[in-house]
Every structure is written in structure tokens, then in C-alpha cells.
């Protein structure tokens, strides 16, 4: 059993080693594919709007460019520090293998908290830190993404930023808007991708997806439209949480009015009909598939003997501890990784770093369809390892990536 305290980037090198013992991935692998290859931390002043000097830390970790560049989001988050920084950069790495698209693994974050920042503020401090950290960056480098509190807004200031000492370059970022070579359907990818997986592993573990009863915390981005494409496709949505708590409703939540109220309010307490319930708490609702869609480490061994979900689909990053991962194997939760589960959003930035360097863009429909078709293909074979080898589907998915990144590193040599 994993120690019950670990931090992110222990639980992801926990992964790692679990599944290069059990693949017998050979010494001299494990230290290449390990350790990150590169780590900048750069001090970031800037002038807030009353006039007075700040000063934030920033960072940007690339744990791998063996495959392509190096792709991975960029978060603003008062607990960002480089451990959760590398953490979310190895997990790149492994996502990015595991749906066989060509990019490495990278992270990057700002330790700030964007709720007391004005909007002319993190302009500066995402123009200051973009151009601190463009040495690095480049279309075939490295390429930033949104992640928590950043978004098509942030990207367009990192692109127009780089591109004042570079020219114009769409595909250093992705996740722009799509006024500026975004993608069409980029926005959604993410949360579209975790309802495709939900429909699969639901159906894999007996779950009607009509009228399944479903929980998920966080409803930013990835959240909100997990729980709309979960609500269409006819699932009893019960709970919704955003930082500030979540709403109830055993009957089942109306989606899209909880989106107008939180366009309107900023927040989902007050939803009308709908009784307030913790973030804690929402987590031991008795429900069918519980989506963990908002910070990391929130399914923990404090919660995992207790949860009553049939099964958990992993739309956050790292949402579940390691010793948490071991407690519901045992309890036999069928439980769909980070690694696949998200894969959406990268999928799509895939597909927009594509259409940026050919300069021809797609319509929506082709992009879903694509996205489907790459995200099953990567669910199915993990679906497969799992079944066949009788290892759950986090080990599972470890071991296809791992040998992914390997094979390519064997090719190219030291
Ligand atoms: P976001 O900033 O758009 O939304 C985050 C949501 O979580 C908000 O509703 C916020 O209120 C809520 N939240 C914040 N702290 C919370 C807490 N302590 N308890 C409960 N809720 C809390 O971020 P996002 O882009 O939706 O990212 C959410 C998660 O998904 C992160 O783990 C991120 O790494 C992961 N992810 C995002 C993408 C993407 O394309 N945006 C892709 C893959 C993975």
C-alpha cells in the first residue's frame, strides 16, 4: 500500500515505477524517461493598477520532447509550485504517447491568484512571463495551452507576445481563439472527450448512461462541458461544484440553467431549486459516475473507503492519491485515468497546431469525429491491456505510454 501522504509529483513517479517494474522496462530507460529534461523558474515583476511593484514566480517544466515538441498547459493558481509544476509535465508526457499524437510532455504555471487580479493586470503578467520563458518556446519546441485559470484570452496575449520578436506564429500556443487560428471545438474538447470516455466505461461497467446519476466537481472549463455533454446525452446530472461549493439536486440539475446562472453570478451557489452542499460532501453522494473535474488530490485516503460511486472518470489532473488508487482497486471502483480521460484537449490542440501550420482549417464536425476516433482508439487499447493482463486501467494506460515514449528513445539513441 502507497504511503496516504505523497505529494503530486511522488504519485506520478509512483505511477511510473509501478508500471516500468511491471513492463521490466530495462535501468538505463527508467533514468531517461524519469527525470525532466528541462526546468526554468523566472521572476516576474509587474505593475499593478494602483501603481505598486508585484513581483510572482513562474515556471515552465518540459519533462519530454523524444516524440515532438513539447505540449502542456499553463496554469494561474495560488498553490502552484515547480513539484506540481513537473508533476503535470511528466503527466503530459504520458498522455500525449498514450493517444499517439506527436508531442512531448511539458507544464507551465504562475503561483498568483487571478480572482484578485484585474483583467489589465494579467495581461502584463502573462505578456512579462511569455516573454521570459520564450527562449524555450516555438512551434517545433514547445507549444502552451490553457489549463486552470487561463484561457483563449491568455493564449492570444502568449501568441501576440511571442510574435513580436518571432512574426506572427499561431502555432506557438494553442486553445487561441478562434478569430486567431484557434480551432473550432477546441474550447469543448476537453469536457467532450471526458463524456466519450464516460459513455465507453460506463457501458463496460454495466451503467445504462440514460438516467445514470452523475456527480462532477469543478465546473470551469472542463467541467461545465463534461456535465452539458453528459446532460444531452441524457444522464441525471445530481451535483455541480465550483470553488466557492456545489448545488444538489437528487432529481437531477437543469445543466444548462446552472450555466446561464453562473454567466450571470459567477458562481453556482443560489442555483435556484437546488440545495448547497460542500465539495467534500459531494464526493460520498451515492451516484453512478463521479467526475472529478477541478484541483488535484481530492479523492484521498481520507474519502476513498467511503466513496458510493460505481465508477470515476478523471477529468482533473492527479485527482486521485496514490494510496486512494489502491483503496478503490481493492474495492473494485472501476476508475478511467487522468491521462486518458483528458485527452481531449490535447487531441484538439493537435489538431489546431495542424491547421496553423498549413494554414487550412477544419469544421467542426471533422474535428469531433477525428477526436473520437483517436480517443477510442487509445480507450479501447488500454480497455484491452487492462482486461487481458488484469491490471487496472491507470497501470494499463502507464504501460502503453511508457513504451511509446521508450520505442522512440531506443531509436534515437542517448
Ligand atoms: P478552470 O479554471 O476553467 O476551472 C476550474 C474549476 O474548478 C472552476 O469551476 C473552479 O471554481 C473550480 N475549483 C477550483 N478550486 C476548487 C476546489 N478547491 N474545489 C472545487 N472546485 C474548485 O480549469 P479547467 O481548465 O476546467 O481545468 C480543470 C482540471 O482539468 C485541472 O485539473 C486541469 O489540469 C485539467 N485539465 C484541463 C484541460 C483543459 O483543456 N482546460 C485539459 C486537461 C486537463
Known amino acids: 500500500m502507497p504511503p496516504a501522504q505523497m505529494s503530486m509529483y511522488e504519485t506520478a513517479n509512483y505511477y ?23 526546468e526554468i523558474r523566472v521572476e516576474i515583476p509587474i505593475r499593478m493598477d494602483d501603481g505598486r511593484l508585484e513581483s510572482f514566480v513562474g515556471y515552465r ?23 506540481e509544476v513537473r508533476a503535470l509535465a511528466e503527466l503530459m508526457t504520458w498522455k500525449t504517447a498514450l493517444v499517439n499524437i506527436p508531442f512531448g510532455g511539458a507544464k507551465g504555471g504562475v503561483t498568483c491568484d487571478p480572482s484578485k487580479m484585474s483583467k489589465w493586470e494579467l495581461e502584463r503578467l502573462t505578456r512579462r512571463f511569455t516573454s ?74 454495466g451503467i445504462e448512461l440514460k438516467g445514470a446519476r452523475v456527480v462532477v466537481q469543478g465546473f470551469g472549463n472542463v467541467g461545465s462541458f463534461a456535465a ?21 439536486d437528487p432529481a437531477g440539475l437543469d445543466v444548462p440553467e ?7 453570478h459567477k458562481k453556482l451557489d443560489g442555483l435556484p431549486g437546488a440545495k448547497p452542499i460542500s465539495n467534500d460532501d459531494m ?41 486512494a488508487d489502491a483503496i478503490l482497486e481493492r474495492r473494485e471502483i472501476p476508475l478511467v485515468p487522468d491521462i486518458l480521460a483528458n485527452a481531449g484537449g490535447v487531441i484538439v490542440s493537435y489538431f489546431e497546431w495542424t491547421q496553423n501550420l498549413t494554414q487550412f482549417f477544419w469544421e467542426e464536425d471533422k474535428v469531433n469525429e477525428e477526436l473520437h476516433k483517436i480517443l477510442m482508439k487509445a480507450y479501447q487499447e488500454v480497455a484491452a491491456l487492462s482486461r487481458t493482463r488484469k491490471v487496472g486501467m491507470r497501470q494499463a494506460a502507464y504501460v502503453v505510454a511508457l513504451d511509446r515514449v521508450a520505442a522512440a528513445t531506443r531509436l534515437r539513441g542517448v
Request: aromatic share 4%.
Open 258 to 264: 446552472a450555466l446561464a446562472h453562473v454567466l450571470l
Open 132 to 205: 521570459k520563458i520564450s527562449l524555450i518556446l516555438g512551434p517545433y519546441r514547445d507549444i502552451p495551452a490553457p489549463d486552470m485559470n487561463t484561457n483563449a484570452q491568455v493564449m492570444a496575449w502568449m501568441m501576440d507576445e511571442y510574435g513580436r520578436k518571432q512574426g506572427h506564429s499561431p502555432a506557438v500556443v494553442t486553445g487561441k481563439p478562434v478569430e486567431l487560428g484557434g480551432s473550432k471545438g477546441r474550447e469543448a474538447a476537453t469536457g467532450r472527450g471526458v463524456s466519450m470516455v464516460c459513455a465507453q466505461a460506463a457501458a463496460a461497467a
Open 16 to 38: 511510473f515505477d509501478r508500471a516500468a517494474e511491471w513492463m521490466g522496462l530495462e535501468r538505463e530507460m527508467r533514468i531517461l524517461l524519469k527525470a525532466p529534461h528541462r
Open 283 to 323: 464526493l460520498l453522494l451515492e451516484c453512478d459516475i463521479l467526475v472529478p473535474a477541478a484541483v488535484g488530490g481530492v479523492i484521498n485516503s481520507s474519502n476513498a473507503e467511503t466513496l458510493r460511486c460505481r465508477l470515476i472518470v478523471e477529468a482533473a489532473n492527479a485527482p486521485t492519491s496514490a494510496r
Open 61 to 83: 517544466v518540459q519533462h519530454n520532447g523524444v516524440r515532438g515538441p513539447q505540449k502542456g498547459g499553463i496554469r494561474y493558481h495560488p498553490e502552484v509550485d515547480l513539484n
Open 228 to 248: 452539458r455533454f453528459l446532460h444531452e446525452a441524457g444522464c441525471k446530472v445530481i451535483a455541480l461544484s465550483d470553488q466557492f461549493g456545489g448545488v444538489h
